[in-house]
Nanobody, 126 residues
Framework: EVQLVESGGGSVQTGGSLRLSCTAS????????MGWYRQTPGNECELVSS???????YYSASVKGRFTISQDNAKNTVYLQMNNLKPEDSAVYYC????????????????????WGKGAQVTISA
């Protein structure tokens, strides 16, 4: 059974930084992709960033230049370093994983398009 466990959410002021971590277990995929979605109230999950096992990365336009995704394959962990945070970054951030292929840019959270973590709240105050 695939499990994704997130940590690192919290509250900071505008301009601050946070780092999210996601540790995966139960993976048996040859070429997985891992990433982060975020959801604001009343909206679908929006893909923020992703990284393949070979290191190919994706960032949404709204976070490019401020967020950095990385992975430690030995620890089966993916990180999202978030710098220069803005109030509009406030959301629940979900770690997600797929056995192959790419993520959808917008999906219903916890849909069968991926494996999902339980989410981590990130709140940025003005």
């Amino acid at each position: 059974e695939v499990q994704l466990v997130e940590s690192g959410g919290g509250s900071v002021q505008t301009g601050g930084s946070l780092r999210l971590s996601c540790t995966a277990s139960g993976f048996t995929f040859d070429d997985p992709i891992m990433g982060w979605y975020r959801q604001t109230p009343g909206n679908e999950c929006e893909l923020v960033s992703s990284i393949t096992s070979s290191g190919r990365t994706y960032y949404s336009a709204s976070v490019k230049g401020r967020f950095t995704i990385s992975q430690d394959n030995a620890k089966n962990t993916v990180y999202l370093q978030m710098n220069n945070l803005k109030p509009e970054d406030s959301a629940v951030y979900y770690c997600a994983a797929r056995g192959a292929g790419d993520f959808w840019y917008r999906v219903v959270c916890d849909s069968r398009t991926a494996y999902w973590g339980k989410g981590a709240q990130v709140t940025i105050s003005a």
